[in-house]
């Protein structure tokens, strides 16, 4: 590109350059690229995410479809994405701020298909349940023990939480996101990347079944 507008600054034109009008073709594969943050490694760390760039790395998942890009590039971030067919029971909690609320329901209703056992704190809890999803409701992690030994025991593979930065449950992610590092536990603060994390199980896509995709020969 640089080399490019070099040459147009300098007055050729793209015509010339052998480029044509129109926009390119699409290509035939998908490309994810997925930050990489290290707060396991450093101690007292403000985990909450803002503005600010707080990845150490990224990388970049390339696949034939969106699902397997995704798939990769969570993998290859540090996230472990359980194949839906395990005999081992997968868990998640949801804790969302009211604001998305409206939102929780697709969430919770695309995990309950995909058979994950679903924990949510009270609020969160009560409107699944008016969707007529099951749902085990637990205390905020500021008033009991319950959801970190839920973690302990292996039964959450993973935190869904928003709204860190709104209210005054900032305690309560804190104190999640720490033990949550120390389990190896993926915490996910955004909707829109629980989504693309079902769409990656909804896939069926694991190490075994993808490949390396040769960009260069499509």
Known sequence: MVDIASKVMLGAKLADLGYETGLVKPPAYFAVKVPVFSFEKLNDANSILGPEMKSTGEVLGIGRTRAEALFKGLTAAGFTVPSIHSTDKIG???????????????????????????????????????MGIPVVSVANATESNEITDLMAQGKLNYIIYTGAVKDATVGDYTVLHRKAMQLGIPCITSLDTANALADVMASRFTTGNTGLVDINNM
């Open 92 to 130: 998640a909690l949801i804790s969302v701020d009211e604001n998305d609320y409206g939102e929780i329901a697709f969430l919770a209703g695309r995990f309950y298909d995909l058979q994950i056992s679903i924990y949510a704190t009270s609020g969160t809890a009560a409107t699944i349940q008016k």
